[in-house]
């Protein structure tokens, strides 16, 4: 089994930065991959940014510039980074897991982000 548990949300003004943590734990093999998505009231949840374990990284088109992931593959753990945050960020952030060819999720840090 997989346990992925996420921190780091909270409440933030418009154009503050909030750094959220995830380290997964558990059977995990080497080339796994891990990314963030978020879902905020009423709507899907979407991708934020992904990173393969060699470093390849992908980014919703939303936070392009303003969001930076990353990770550290010897603690099993990504980052994302986000800057100038703006109120439409405002989600539950889901961070994910692949690996084994199964996806494994947390549970979700809310960020808030007021005008």
């Known amino acids: 089994q997989v346990q992925v548990v996420e921190s780091g949300g909270g409440l933030v003004q418009a154009g503050g930065s909030l750094r959220l943590s995830c380290v997964a734990s558990g059977r995990i093999f080497s080339a796994n991959g891990m990314g963030w998505y978020r879902q905020a009231p009423g709507t899907q949840r979407e991708l934020v940014a992904t990173?393969?374990?060699?470093?390849?990284?992908y980014y919703a088109d939303s936070v392009k510039g303003r969001f930076t992931i990353s990770r550290d593959n010897a603690k099993n753990t990504v980052y994302l980074q986000m800057n100038s945050l703006k109120p439409e960020d405002t989600a539950t952030y889901y961070c994910v897991t692949t690996t084994g060819g199964n996806d494994y999720w947390g549970q979700g840090t809310q960020v808030t982000v007021s005008s």
């Open positions: 990173s393969t374990s060699r470093g390849t990284t």
